[in-house]
């Protein structure tokens, strides 16, 4: 495959996953959207590292920054399969890779902005917004989930 038809494959899983997950969100976790989404999530993780196998120098700082991007919510989707929540005993366990994987993808993702050209360069400022708020909310749900509580 030519280096245009792996940057559409990535980018079109991309936005695939954030129409699903936006989706998702609208029907209240409806259990076909959520998984549809952690599938075409995977699958654009997938293109993203198949893209740094095959065409190592064309795709390589933006397959990076979809893979650091895909990486953290990879990370949420499993938490949320296996689902861990203010009960759960190994919810801590859970939020350590999650703020790892977090805070590498921003590295990354910053990283990457510096070596695209063009358009391609908004694509790893929407990565870091959208990370901004995924973080923002999960640093919130953790406070919460330690917040001692009467019951």
Same mark, same amino acid.
């Given at each position: ?5 792996? @940057? ?5 899983g ?19 959207? @959520? @998984? ?77 902005y ?24 999960m ?13």
């Amino acid at each position: 495959m030519s280096a245009r038809q792996w @940057v559409w494959i990535n980018l079109g899983g991309v936005f695939a996953f954030g129409l699903f997950f936006v989706l998702s969100l609208i029907t209240r976790g409806h259990t076909a959207f @959520v @998984v549809l989404t952690e599938i075409i999530g995977l699958a654009a993780l997938g293109f993203a590292i198949a893209a740094i196998i095959y065409r190592k120098k064309d795709l390589r700082w933006l397959a990076i920054s979809i893979i650091s991007y895909m990486t953290p919510w990879l990370v949420f989707a499993i938490g949320h399969e296996a689902g861990v929540n203010a009960s759960s005993t190994l919810k801590g366990l859970w939020f350590f890779p999650f703020y790892i994987t977090i805070i590498a993808g921003m590295f990354f993702i910053k990283r990457s902005y510096h070596y695209l050209e063009g358009l391609f360069k908004l694509l790893p400022a929407f990565f870091l917004f959208f990370h901004s708020i995924l973080l923002l909310y999960m640093i919130a749900l953790h406070i919460w989930w330690v917040l001692p509580f009467q019951s």
